[in-house]
């Protein structure tokens, strides 16, 4: 299994109604978090705290639009340098981050 289908099947798993979206760019893609966008910037900083690299449009180098409403709610996921038990890892714990019984673990 390639990287990226591991990433989109682990999203698939862990945020079931979360769309993706830029499947072909080759080294990342874009989520876009459920319930309208669960605060993103909170999110990202939650995930940096357990060494996750999830970025925001406008952030972290990413600048697709970061002023459009459109893009808020998302987080852009890297996949090209990581390995797939990484990827796993990495989308379990932010969907834990994203729990409410995880609230006080990532601040």
Not at 20 to 36: D, I, Q
Not at 95 to 104: L, N, P, T
Request: include cysteine.
């Amino acid at each position: 299994m390639s990287r990226r289908d591991t990433l989109l099947s682990e999203l698939a798993l862990h945020f079931p109604d979360a769309p993706t979206f830029g499947h072909r760019a080759g080294m990342h893609l874009s989520l876009r978090l459920p319930g309208g966008g669960a605060d993103a910037t909170r999110l990202e900083r939650r995930a940096a705290l357990r060494r996750i690299g999830v970025y925001r449009p406008g952030s972290g180098g990413s600048w697709i639009s970061p002023d459009n409403r459109r893009h808020r709610g998302h987080l852009l996921l890297g996949y090209a340098a990581i390995d797939e038990r990484t990827i796993r890892y990495a989308i379990a714990a932010l969907a834990a981050c994203m729990s409410d019984a995880e609230v006080v673990s990532c601040p």
